[in-house]
C-alpha cells in the first residue's frame, strides 16, 4: 500500500509529527509559500525586445494623435497588470508563479504526491496557511479527491492524532479572503509607489498597511513636535502623629491636592514656596479615613498583540525576538499556535489548568466556575488562545535557550494566573485638613494575594504600601515639606510593543503582519528606531504628506480596519 504524503510549513516540526503518524506517512515541508504573483518582470533577450520596440513604433507612427495617445495608454496598462499579475479588469485573474528557488521544493513534492494515495495538507491554520495548501494542490495537481485539510493548534501526539482522523477539506472562503488581501496589497503598490517616484524618489514603496502604520508614527512625531511643556509644581509634607510615643514612627508623605476647596496646581517656584511657607504655620488633623475593599482580576491569556506587549515590558524583547522564540516553541510542541487573536481555550485545557490550580495552590485560589474572556468581534474564534500545551512540561535544552524558557515562563504563568481567584486589596484614603490645604495619602494592603502568587503586577507604587492606622481627628506632627517641579510631557513616542497596540486598536493588520509591518517601515528609511522608540523620519513625513494629498481614502484609519474586518 502507498505510504500517504503529508506537506507541513516548516521542516522543524516534520520530524516529530512523522514520529507521531507512523511509517505509513511521509511528512515534508513545503517551506511556507510555493506560489505568488510575480515577483519581478522578465527582461528577456535585449535583440528581441528592440525589435518588439521598432513594430510598436511602426505601428503608431500611423496613428491619428489622439489614437496614440490611447494606444499608448491601452498599453501601458496592459504593460501594469503584466507586472502585477493580478487583473482588476478581468475578474481579477490571477497569474501565479512558482516562487524563484521554490524550484525543487515542488518538484520533490509531486514526485512524492505521485506515488501516494492520498496528500495531506497540514500547513498553518490561519489564512496563510489555507492558501499555502490551496496552492499546493494547485501545483501538484491530480484528482481534488485525493486532498486531505488537517489543522491543530498544538504539536501533541493526541492532537496530531484527532487531526488526521477527522480531516476535512480547505476552506474557500478563508483562501479567497487571503487573495483579496494579496491582490489589495499588489494593486495599492503598484498605484502608489510610482506616485511616489514622480513626487518625492525613485524607489520607494508604499503599502495598504505599512503606509498607514508609518502615518500613525509621523502623527505622533508631530504631535510631540508641537507641544509645548508647561511648568507646574506639586508640594508635600512629611507627618506623624502627634504623640510622644510616636515620635520615633517614620513620617508618612502627604500630598497637598486643594487649595481653598480647588485643586492645588502651583505654575512657578515662587507661588509654590509661598503657599509651602503657609503650609509650615498650619496644624494638621486628619479630616476623612475611607477604607474600602478592592480587587483586582487576572487578564485573558494570551494572544498575539498581548505576548508581543508583555514580551517587550517584562522581558525587554523585540516583536521579532518574541515570535521567533514562540515560533520554536511551538513547533517543539511547548505550546499552541502563536499566531492568533482568539481568547478561546479548549474546555480540557481550562479543566486541566483548574485541576492544577486547586492542587498547586488550594481551593481558596479557585473561582467558582471558570473564566470565560471575550475576544474581539473580528477574532478567528476557531483558534485558540496562546498557552502551554502541557501544565507540567518544561522545554528541554534542545528546544530552548534561556530566553525560551523565559518566554514559556511568562506564557505559562499569564495562562495559569487567568483561570485563578482575584486578587483582594484594603484600599484606604486618608485626608488631612492644615487651614486652606487639603492632603491625601493613599495606600493598598494586599489582604488575599489570589492570581499574583503566579503573576505578580508589572510594577509598584507607593499606593501599593499600607497606611499607618490614623483615625479621624488625630492630629499630625509636621516633620518636613517639600516642592517638586514638573513640567508636562508629550505623549510617548511609540516602541514595539506600543505601535502593536495602537495597530490592533485601530484594526490595521493581523497577527501574522505585525512582525513584517514593522520591519518593513524601518528597512524603507521611514521611521527608525532608536532607545527602543519610534522616530519618523523626513522621508516617513514627506511620503505620508503625498499619499494623504493624492490617496487620502486609502490612507484613511477606517478605510484599512473596515477592509481587515470584511476579509
Known amino acids: 500500500m502507498a505510504r500517504s504524503l503529508v506537506i507541513v510549513e516548516s521542516a522543524t516540526k516534520a520530524p516529530t509529527i512523522n514520529r507521531y503518524l507512523g511509517r505509513d506517512y511521509v511528512v515534508r515541508s513545503s517551506a511556507g509559500h510555493v506560489r505568488d504573483l510575480p515577483t519581478r518582470r522578465a527582461v528577456g533577450d535585449p535583440k528581441e525586445r528592440a525589435q518588439q520596440r521598432a513594430k510598436e513604433a511602426a505601428k503608431t507612427r500611423k496613428l491619428s494623435p489622439k489614437r496614440r495617445e490611447e494606444y499608448r495608454k491601452q498599453r501601458a496598462r496592459s504593460q ?17 508563479e512558482v516562487i524563484p528557488g521554490k524550484e525543487k521544493v515542488v518538484r520533490d513534492l509531486k514526485a512524492l504526491a505521485s506515488r501516494s494515495e492520498h496528500v495531506y495538507l497540514a500547513t498553518d491554520l490561519d489564512r496563510e496557511g489555507e492558501a499555502i495548501a490551496w496552492h499546493l494542490t494547485e501545483v501538484l495537481g491530480g484528482s481534488p479527491d485525493r486532498y486531505r485539510r488537517v489543522v491543530f493548534n498544538q504539536i501533541t501526539k493526541g492532537a496530531i492524532e484527532e487531526a488526521f482522523a477527522n480531516p476535512g477539506r480547505i476552506d474557500e472562503d478563508r483562501v479567497n479572503a487571503q487573495q483579496a488581501r494579496r491582490f489589495l496589497d499588489r494593486v495599492v503598490g503598484f498605484e502608489l509607489s510610482p506616485l511616489l517616484w514622480s513626487k518625492v524618489a525613485r524607489g520607494l514603496s508604499a503599502g495598504r498597511v505599512q503606509s498607514v502604520a508609518v502615518r500613525v508614527v509621523v502623527e505622533r512625531e508631530r504631535e510631540i513636535r508641537a507641544f509645548t511643556p508647561e511648568e507646574y509644581w506639586e508640594a508635600f509634607a512629611d507627618l506623624r502623629r502627634d504623640h510622644p510615643e510616636a515620635r520615633t514612627e517614620s513620617p508618612v508623605r502627604f500630598q497637598v491636592v486643594k487649595e481653598n476647596g480647588k485643586d492645588f496646581r502651583p505654575p512657578n517656584q515662587a507661588a509654590a514656596q509661598d503657599a509651602v511657607a503657609r503650609l509650615q504655620e498650619r496644624a494638621f488633623s486628619v479630616k476623612d479615613r475611607a477604607d474600602r475593599k478592592t480587587t483586582a482580576r487576572p487578564g485573558p491569556p494570551f494572544i498575539t498583540s498581548t505576548l508581543q506587549q508583555a514580551a517587550s515590558t517584562r522581558l525587554g ?70 498557552r502551554p500545551t502541557d501544565l507540567n512540561g518544561i522545554p528541554g535544552s534542545a528546544a530552548a535557550d534561556g530566553d525560551a524558557r523565559r518566554l514559556y515562563d511568562l506564557i505559562w504563568r499569564q495562562f495559569v494566573a487567568c483561570q485563578m481567584a482575584q486578587a483582594e486589596y484594603l484600599s484606604t484614603t486618608v485626608t488631612v485638613a492644615a487651614g486652606e490645604f487639603e492632603l491625601v495619602r493613599r495606600g493598598r494592603i494586599v489582604q488575599f494575594d489570589g492570581f499574583t502568587r503566579v503573576l505578580a503586577p508589572v510594577s509598584r507604587s507607593d499606593d501599593e504600601s499600607p497606611v499607618p492606622d490614623f483615625a479621624i481627628g488625630d492630629a499630625l506632627d509636621l516633620a518636613d515639606t517639600e516642592a517638586v517641579q514638573h513640567f508636562t510631557r508629550p505623549p510617548p513616542r511609540y516602541g514595539e510593543a506600543s505601535l502593536v497596540r495602537e495597530l490592533e486598536k485601530r484594526g490595521i493588520g493581523r497577527p501574522s503582519t505585525y512582525v513584517p509591518i514593522i520591519s518593513t517601515i524601518q528597512e524603507r528609511g521611514y521611521v527608525t528606531l532608536r532607545n527602543r522608540r519610534f522616530h519618523a523620519e523626513r522621508i516617513g513625513e514627506l511620503v505620508t504628506d503625498r499619499l494623504i494629498e493624492n490617496y487620502q481614502d486609502l490612507l484613511d484609519f477606517s478605510f484599512t480596519a473596515d477592509m481587515e474586518a470584511s476579509l
Open 80 to 96: 501594469l497588470v503584466r507586472n502585477m499579475g493580478v487583473d482588476p479588469d478581468n475578474g481579477w485573474a490571477a497569474s501565479y
Open 317 to 386: 524583547f523585540s516583536v521579532r525576538k518574541t515570535m521567533t522564540i514562540a515560533q520554536r516553541l511551538y513547533e517543539a510542541g511547548y505550546i499552541t499556535y502563536m499566531r492568533t487573536d482568539s481568547t478561546n481555550v479548549a474546555p480540557e485545557a481550562v479543566a486541566a489548568v483548574r485541576a492544577h490550580v486547586a492542587d498547586q495552590f488550594g481551593k481558596r485560589y479557585l473561582p467558582a466556575s471558570p473564566r470565560v474572556f471575550a475576544s474581539k468581534s473580528t477574532a478567528q474564534e476557531a483558534h485558540e488562545a496562546i
